[in-house]
């Protein structure tokens, strides 16, 4: 008889990691424009600790299952579906939950993993280079010779913002802790500004961008160390329209989500050997509680990762 049944990370209120069980639940059905995928590895991202203590103003059904990026492989495919085929590996994001053996996403939001490319690296993609890129590319406009300032550069956004400003052809200043600075600079940044020591607003200026994925005091200081005409992107905060007036600069907060197209663009770029995925620490699913306590923590290199299956 075929299999109905799957482990999936729940919880059932808001709460400390603690609230994260793991529980058997109904393999889910692909509906039309959707494909079912058997989830190897999941991103851990900062969202999905701040939607289980309720941070985030979205409505969610409980029992709620976390994660929203993944890599995987097709195993069924609903009605209307012809862009995958069952045992495809893809990678990209779904909204039902990713910290679970399978899961169901549209077809838009996904797409084909490069074989060079490991699952535990492709979950990374989603909510980090896909963010970066939306901040970067396509909101931001970077150009070559632009001066670009990306705070938080070790982290799951930040390492890859680093390596799309280089690969643009600008000009990187990068922040972290103490411990991150060399792994910054294996990023490709032109500098490092150690934010435990150095105010990064009184060594750097003329900046032509800023990421801001601090909000609070980080992003209080950015404004003065952009030219006018530059550009603000905040990840956590909507930046203030009249501090924006005041100093010449445009600034905004990403809206939108990564399409098939911006993933498979992050794919290319990944093959031709202009960008790297970069795993932090890798969790099983049973220790979703421990992924989400280090996440917490803001601090580290790179994605974490629940591993949900062999391959
Ligand atoms: N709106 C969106 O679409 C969106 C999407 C993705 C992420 N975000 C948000 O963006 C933020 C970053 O996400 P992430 O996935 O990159 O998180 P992450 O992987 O947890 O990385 C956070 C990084 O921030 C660094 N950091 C901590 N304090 C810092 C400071 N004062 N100055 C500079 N760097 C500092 C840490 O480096 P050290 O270890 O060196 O301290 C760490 O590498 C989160 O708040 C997340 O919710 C928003």
Redesign the pocket.
């Known amino acids: 008889m075929a299999q109905t049944m799957m482990r999936a990370i729940r919880y059932h209120r808001f709460g400390d990691p603690d609230v994260l069980q793991l529980e058997r639940t109904p393999i889910p059905e692909p509906q039309t424009g959707e494909v079912l995928v058997r989830v190897i590895s999941a991103g851990v ?3 999905d600790w ?1 939607l289980r203590k309720g941070l985030i103003p979205l409505p969610l059904k409980f029992p709620y299952t976390p994660g929203s990026a993944l890599a995987g492989i097709v195993e069924a495919v609903g009605s209307g579906v012809s862009a995958f085929r069952k045992g495809q590996a893809v990678f990209g994001r779904s909204p039902n939950g990713t910290y679970a053996e399978y899961t169901t996403a549209s077809v838009d939001s996904l797409a084909l993993k490069p074989e060079l490319l490991g699952f535990d690296e492709a979950a990374t993609l989603s ?2 280079a896909t ?1 970066a890129w ?1 901040a970067l590319i396509h909101d931001g406009q970077l150009k070559a010779g632009d001066r670009a300032l990306i ?9 890859y913002a680093v390596q799309f400003a280089k690969w643009k052809g600008a000009y990187v200043v990068g ?6 600075q060399n792994f910054v600079c294996s990023l490709g940044a032109d500098e490092v500004i150690d ?2 020591t150095t105010p ?1 607003e009184k060594v750097v200026g003329n900046m032509d961008f800023v990421l801001d ?3 609070g005091e ?1 992003l209080d200081k950015s404004w003065s160390v952009l030219k006018r005409g530059g550009t603000l992107v905040s ?2 905060a909507q930046p203030s329209q009249d501090k924006a007036d005041e100093w010449g600069v445009r600034a905004l ?3 939108r989500l990564a399409s098939r197209k911006d993933l498979e663009d992050i794919a290319d770029l990944i093959v031709e050997g202009h960008v790297k995925a970069e795993v ?1 620490q890798i969790f099983s699913l049973s220790e979703a509680r421990q992924a989400h306590e280090l ?1 917490q923590r ?7 990762v629940i591993r949900v299956a062999d391959e």
Do not use: C, D, E, W
Request: charged letters at 10%; glycine letters at 28%; hydrophobic letters at 35%.
């Open positions: 991202l900062p969202i701040k909510g980090g963010t939306q705070h938080g550069a070790a982290g799951g956004v930040g390492l922040t972290s802790g103490t411990a991150n934010y435990a990064f994925m601090m909000g980080t990840l956590v907060k990403p809206a932090g996440s803001g601090h580290g290199r790179g994605r974490l």
